[in-house]
């Protein structure tokens, strides 16, 4: 396409659309026809942004035309409502349905992130050559006697839960983003995290340190490997959008599945700060080892149950956890 010949068609219905916008700060002075032509022109110039955004290297011109239909869009659909209540649809409508339509993906994720973990401890539970060449013996009675205990209790609670928080929200964010590579970080990440969990477990298992093991990593690990298999499921369905986009386009299926993805990192966010206070006082506190198990069970409880009931409710309704459709991409067929 000559992209030079295709803005000097389009750019009269530019100066146009701009007259109107200007215009429109008064719409009562505006005939009605003169609406109707706002509105057609915004969304034709919108679909010519998209074109020229993807051809031009004339920064400043996408800039200008990218704020003209900015400012088209506020004319035509009013300003957006920044209060409390699109903080409340994003909980209640936006993320469980993101997660809840993504959810083979996310059951799919975590039986096989569970399987990769469960081999890596039977192995080295099982290979005595593996056991004792994997890591150093010292390290192993260090690791069974006080380490792994010590590690939830050496440093006091506040900042503690802090770095486990940001760490956690950090190997989220990674899966989620490194998606884009076709999902293969993503499938680094989550291998990493899983081989860790079976190495770990192996060894405290093969030291006779099993229930220790278990009364420290249940608590707060129910929701916080969940939260971590979501990530990872997010970000393989972000690469597999790229492999296969269906019947959209392969920037299209990458910018919707994007959205969404931005949309499940925040609530992920949320859900591993609750994770990380459960880590840093629960876990180690002296309760009896039912009870905070209990507690990591209720937690990881309501949390799918808040996914599956109100993401099945937005779900029903159309729902996919992308933006709403005023604020994506406006788009028209043009010549």
Do not use: K
Not at 117 to 135: H, Q, S, V, Y
Not at 159 to 178: D, E, G, H, K, P
Not at 279 to 294: M, N, Q
Not at 327 to 335: H, S
């Amino acid at each position: 396409m000559d992209l030079d010949a295709y803005v000097a068609v389009h750019r009269p219905e530019w100066i146009r659309l701009r007259q109107l916008v200007d215009r429109a700060n008064r719409p009562r002075r505006m005939p009605e026809e003169e609406l109707d032509e706002l509105v057609e022109l915004y969304q034709r110039v919108a679909t010519q942004l998209s074109v020229i955004r993807s051809r031009a290297h004339d920064q400043a011109m996408v800039d200008n035309l990218s704020s003209l239909v900015i400012r088209a869009r506020a004319a035509v659909a009013g300003g957006i409502d920044p209060g409390w209540h699109a903080v409340g649809r994003y909980f209640v409508v936006t993320f469980p349905a993101a997660l809840y339509v993504r959810r083979w993906w996310v059951i799919g994720t975590t039986v096989g992130c569970l399987l990769v973990a469960l081999g890596f401890g039977l192995w080295i539970l099982n290979d005595d050559a593996a056991r004792t060449n994997l890591i150093p013996a010292p390290d192993v009675a260090a690791l069974c006697s006080h380490d792994f205990a010590s590690y939830y209790s050496e440093n006091p609670a506040p900042s503690f839960a802090s770095r486990v928080w940001t760490n956690n929200a950090w190997v989220s964010a990674q899966a989620i983003a490194l998606g884009v590579l076709l999902g293969l970080p993503t499938l680094g990440v989550l291998f990493i995290n899983s081989l860790n969990l079976g190495v770990v477990g192996g060894y405290m298992t093969s030291c006779g340190e099993a229930g220790q093991f278990w009364t420290l990593i249940l608590p707060h690990g129910l929701l916080e490997l969940t939260v971590v298999f979501m990530a990872g499921a997010v970000g393989l369905r972000l690469g597999w959008s790229i492999i296969a986009p269906g019947n959209r386009r392969r920037v299209e299926a990458l910018a919707a599945e994007g959205r969404a993805a931005v949309s499940i990192a925040i609530g992920l966010a949320v859900a591993l700060a609750v994770s990380g206070f459960i880590e840093a006082f629960v876990t180690p506190s002296g309760l009896p080892a039912a009870v905070r198990i209990g507690i990591g069970a209720l937690a990881l409880a309501l949390f799918l149950a808040y996914i599956v009931i109100y993401g099945s409710r937005a779900a029903s309704t159309g729902e996919s956890g992308d933006l709403d459709p005023e604020l994506r991409e406006d788009l028209a067929p043009v010549n």
